[in-house]
């Protein structure tokens, strides 16, 4: 069990596009009527935006907005505030317009309202940096923390795509550092992993799009949940190396907090491995820091202090004022590993995590993959791709044994050996662990107008003999007689004429002819065609229950994992007709064993039908002693043009 202290900052948010619109009410409920909007010149357009929301709320307005909230700056913006007579504060920008309002909050207790265009996520924090003299000093306090947020997508469209990215690098800060925060705690922890989660998702698909709004509301999603565990939980070395940067060598900020990540991440792994895990899962790669380098250098983003244009004299310095003071951080902190972590983030260097199993195995992966890479047919080489990554990850999850992997290898050998003309070893194996019901079922669904398909199953038998209308294709075997009458129409409901159909069954015991070798020629199969009327009729006998096939290793499969054999009652129907697409499926008996439990997962509610008990006279006057079956059944088969 874990211990844990959590304390909540309660700010409202309101998160959307166009939101802006909805600024009138929130200065209104938190009493104001006299805005000071605040921003910066690069925000000329979000705040006219803003302004024209706001109307005659706005009382004043200051665009002097700069990093690192300088005192004379805030005492300029003061003095406007109170000419101004402003009763509430309305801040559009990023950390620094933020940093401005809650300056100007503590020395007045006005409320705030904040409408985020960056990811820094400063306004859920209840945390002010001020420059006095080229000096920052940071302080939280309630006073400080906006009471209301409006998250407007819109504002972040005009975010250019290398600040996006540095600026969301500044939020996956937040969150991992968070992950491994002395403060700690279950609920950081879910909200820092889906932040880094969807971080690493929308941060390529934002380069590669920079106008998609939902990408873009991905990203500002993550930034608030990463803000608000930068507010909740104490952050260690990186938070500490980027103040350092940025106050000593004037380093930009998100822009250093790119480049300084990685190596921070690769400092602590070694005194958080199962951290490191849990965030390179979240970012869907093998090495958390080695993952964060490679995805800001693959988007072109910046990951070396030299370029952010650090001296490399300054490096040393850097780290004793960065080991100074302790703070609570996983790892120790020793001025030479600092010197080392920076001299690394100076380079530019990939941070090398130990070569773990995991790291090796992910490697290997990556190297399968690429040797698909130039695979003629793309579709080629994205599915054996995907499958090799599968089954990497099959055999990583379960730490799969030499002896495991050799007993699977016999297992489909003797699959192979079993297999013939007239046994299919490998489509059971496809049935019985569901795979050909999957891909059914999304062959299923792009044809949603027409009867459901069902799997082929291992007893088909191509070019089956022709029968006419009314035969009988049981050829007397026993069991009880059954009479079906079937339509093929199309989606429309019109009839389909000399439409192909193929039927196949079991016979009364539950065997098809073709494993029951003394039968004498094919049975219980035949190929009807479809009349004006798109109709057909024979006779058969009533299908019954049946286990597949369990003398070969898919029955020792079933037999091993305590499954019974057994599929429920069916009738097999292939149907073919000029300009339509083929129809594969089966109709069950209503009522029989099995529906619920059928081996192959094959049954579906919409092809459970009646084959209804009768006496007495039959439809083409055949006597039949005692009871006979009716189906009567309706095919819908798609256009080829659907
Ligand atoms: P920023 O606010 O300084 O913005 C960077 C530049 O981008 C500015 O020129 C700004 O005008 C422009 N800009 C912002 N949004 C834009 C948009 N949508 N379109 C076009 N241009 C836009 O940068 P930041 O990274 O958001 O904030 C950095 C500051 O915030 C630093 O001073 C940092 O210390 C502080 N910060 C504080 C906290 C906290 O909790 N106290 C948290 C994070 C950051």
């Keep these: 069990m874990r211990t844990f202290v959590y304390t909540a900052h309660p700010s409202r948010v309101v998160f959307g596009s166009g939101t802006a619109d909805r600024l009138p009410d929130e200065v209104r409920r938190l009493g104001g009527s006299r805005v000071l909007l605040l921003s910066s010149p690069p925000l000329a357009e979000a705040s006219g935006r803003v302004r024209e ?11 002097g907005a700069v990093m690192h909230t300088p005192v004379d700056v805030t005492e300029r913006a003061l003095s406007v505030l109170r000419e101004a007579g402003a009763d509430c504060l309305v801040a559009v920008g990023g950390g620094s317009t933020t940093g401005l309002s809650k300056a100007l909050a503590l020395r007045t207790g006005l409320p705030q309202v904040i409408v985020p265009t960056t990811y820094a996520g400063s306004e859920v924090t209840p945390v002010l940096g001020e420059t006095r003299d080229g000096r920052k ?66 941060l390529p698909r934002l380069a590669a799009d920079p106008a998609d709004r939902d990408t873009r509301a991905d990203l500002l999603h993550a930034a608030w949940l990463a803000g608000t565990c930068l507010a909740t939980v104490g952050m260690g070395l990186h938070h500490k190396l980027c103040h350092t940067l940025g106050g000593s ?11 300084v990540l990685p190596h921070a991440m690769a400092y602590n792994a070694p005194a958080v491995p199962e951290v490191m895990r849990r965030i390179a899962d979240a970012l869907g790669v093998a090495d958390a820091p080695g993952g964060v380098h490679d995805l800001v250098a693959s988007l072109g983003g910046p990951t070396s202090l030299r370029d952010l244009g650090m001296p490399e004299s300054g490096l040393a310095r850097a780290a004793e004022l960065a080991t100074a003071t302790p703070y609570p951080n996983p790892r120790e902190l020793t001025t030479e590993g600092i010197a080392d972590l920076l001299t690394g983030a100076w380079h530019g260097r990939r941070p090398e995590g130990p070569a773990t199993t995991r790291t090796k195995l992910a490697r290997l992966t990556e190297q399968v993959v690429a040797s698909f890479a130039q695979a003629p047919d793309p579709r080629v080489g994205t599915l054996l791709s995907d499958l090799v990554r599968h089954l990497h990850t099959f ?61 082929l199953g291992p007893f088909y038998v191509a070019g089956p003999p022709e029968a006419a209308h009314g035969s009988d294709i049981a050829a007397g075997l026993p069991g009880i007689p059954l009479w079906a009458d079937v339509r093929v129409t199309d989606t429309d409901g019109k009839p389909v004429k000399d439409a192909v159909v193929d039927v196949w069954q079991s016979n009364k015991d539950g065997f098809y002819d073709v494993q029951l070798p003394d039968l004498d020629g094919p049975v219980l199969r035949a190929r009807l065609r479809t009349d004006a009327d798109g109709r057909l009729t024979f006779w058969s006998i009533l299908p019954s229950p049946y286990p597949i096939p369990e003398d070969g290793p898919v029955g020792r499969m079933l037999a ?9 009652p069916h009738l097999h129907f292939m149907i073919d007709a000029p300009g339509h697409r083929r129809l594969v499926t089966q109709l069950f008996v209503a009522g029989a064993d099995y529906l619920d439990s059928d081996t192959v997962f094959g049954v579906k509610d919409e092809l459970v039908v009646d084959f209804t008990p009768h006496t007495g006279p039959t439809p083409d006057d055949r006597t039949v002693e005692g009871e006979w079956r009716r189906l009567d059944y309706t095919f819908r088969i798609a256009p080829l043009a659907d």
């Design 53 to 63: 929301a706001l109307g005659a709320l706005v009382a004043a307005e200051f665009d």
């Design 137 to 202: 000093t940071t302080q939280s306090s309630p006073a400080i923390l906006p009471e209301a947020v409006v998250y407007d997508v819109d504002f972040t469209l005009s975010l250019p795509p290398a600040m996006s990215l540095t600026s969301g690098i500044n939020a996956l800060a937040h969150a991992v550092e968070a992950l491994y925060s002395a403060d700690a705690n279950p609920v950081t922890d879910g909200l820092a992993l889906d932040a880094i989660s969807r971080i690493a998702r929308a």
């Design 395 to 455: 055999v990583a999850a379960n730490d799969v044994t030499d002896d495991e992997w050799q007993y699977a290898i016999d297992f489909l050998t003797r699959a192979g050996e079993i297999t013939g003309p007239t046994r299919q070893e490998f489509v059971l194996l496809s049935d019985t662990l569901g795979v050909s019901s999957a891909v059914d079922l999304l062959t299923n669904s792009r044809t949603p107008t027409t009867t459901p398909s069902a799997v």
């Design 560 to 568: 091993g994992a305590g499954r019974h054999p057994y599929r429920a």
């Design 249 to 259: 060598f004037d380093l930009p900020h998100a822009e250093t907090h790119t480049v």
